[in-house]
């Protein structure tokens, strides 16, 4: 004879079997006097569950704790040789000026209406060596930038010619060259300074005035500026 016993614990099911050897129901209440009713089975199959369950679990945490140490160690690692591996680079230049400019300002005096006159170096001193450049390389060029286009209403004429005074040693431009011509149409221009050394050069400026409705000051205005090649 035997009986099944079913009950869940710890989210598991457990079914439990009992073998009885008896003559009597009424043997039933008397348990304890048989020696045969397999109370060992129970008590063997009971505990070998729980401690199954039990070891089974540990193991399970066991591996889920060790592969969280083990990320963590990584992590530790990632970040120590992120911060060994910073370091710091510092890049400079300097700037050399290859040309420096010294310009002088001129006063041409008055004009009549409809009167042309011209203008150099021996009627106004300052229009001589009115710009000094000194280059320390070959192959300079020197922009001359102006505003005479903007006295268009007042001029009929107004040229600038801009000559060479001194040339750099071994330069194939002579002193009394014409450098480069500044008008009302072409306000801009620029000459090549091919050797390095010291340049000089002289204004040249002839102008003829339209008429006015009454005295009228003009001023231009010339931007000198060296560019390396």
Known sequence: MYMHFFFKWNKYKYSITLFYNFRYIGDLFLLPKYKDININYFSILFLNKFFSLRIDM??????LSGLILIMLSLSIIGVSAFVYDQASHTISQTIVNVATITVKNSALGNIEEGETKGYGKLNVTSLGNIINITS?????????DSDIDSLDSYYDTYDIIVKFAAVGSGSSHSVGDTACTLTLASPDDSVTLDKLGSWRFDFEITTTALGVSADQETTVTINVTAESS
């Open 136 to 144: 320390v390389k070959d192959g300079i060029f020197l922009h001359f």
């Open 58 to 63: 540990f193991k399970k945490s066991g591996k």
